[in-house]
T-cell receptor, first 112, second 114 residues
């Protein structure tokens, strides 16, 4: 079983929709939770990070962490065609904080 | 301010050959991590270099080795290439002892093994 599970999609939504992306994990030692966006043929770009539990909002993006359920989410409001990309969740242990453990990524397509 | 750069962009090698990939970190960064991203998968941590030494290593065989130079740039070497080594190889740079999310990724080198 992988430490981090993520639905690969693809997820296709109309422009303006609210998008919900999710990951589950098995290791309760994870403390840092990140979301990356990766465009085709590019490296991942950090969108948001959260330490431990709770919510964090940045513009159209909201990240949620529920440690009791080992479940994290990224919500995108008013989605735009430019949001079409692969979204990767990533996590890190406190005792191994140098390395990121990624989910497999969810492909998102926002239709004009 | 240049970000993380990697070379070459693309590479095609034959099974059994050896390959060297290169990474220049973001200006001011002193730590380099390497990740392997197979098609349709998330990146997997290979190892991290700081002060010219391997600081941590993921679950990769000894065929994968690295080096960091005094100017903080880094190389990833893969020996005895297998078809399964075909992937996008990503380099990420950061400052030592900063938060794990403060890593900046390069565009990657796409390696194809035939």
């Amino acid at each position: 079983q992988k430490e981090v599970e993520q639905d690969p999609g693809p997820l296709s939504v109309p422009e303006g929709a609210i998008v919900s992306l999710n990951c589950t994990y098995s290791n309760s030692a994870f403390q840092y939770f990140m979301w990356y966006r990766q465009y085709s043929r590019k490296g991942p770009e950090l969108l948001m990070y959260t330490y431990s539990s709770g919510n964090k909002e940045d513009g159209r993006f909201t990240a949620q962490v529920d440690k009791s359920s080992k479940y994290i989410s990224l919500f995108i409001r008013d989605s735009q065609p430019s949001d079409s990309a692969t979204y990767l969740c990533a996590m890190s242990h406190m005792d191994s904080s140098y390395k990121l453990i990624f989910g497999s990524g969810t492909r998102l397509l926002v239709r004009p | 301010d240049a970000g993380v750069t990697q070379s070459p962009t693309h590479l095609i090698k034959t099974r059994g050959q050896q390959v060297t990939l290169r990474c220049s970190p973001k200006s001011g960064h002193d730590t380099v991590s390497w990740y392997q991203q197979a098609l349709g998968q998330g990146p997997q941590f290979i190892f991290q270099y700081y002060e010219e030494e391997e600081r941590q290593r993921g679950n990769f065989p000894d065929r994968f080795s690295g080096h960091q130079f005094p100017n903080y740039s880094s190389e990833l070497n893969v020996n005895a290439l297998l078809l399964g080594d075909s992937a996008l190889y990503l380099c990420a740079s950061s400052l030592a002892f900063h938060e794990v999310y403060e890593q900046y990724f390069g565009p990657g080198t796409r390696l194809t093994v035939t």
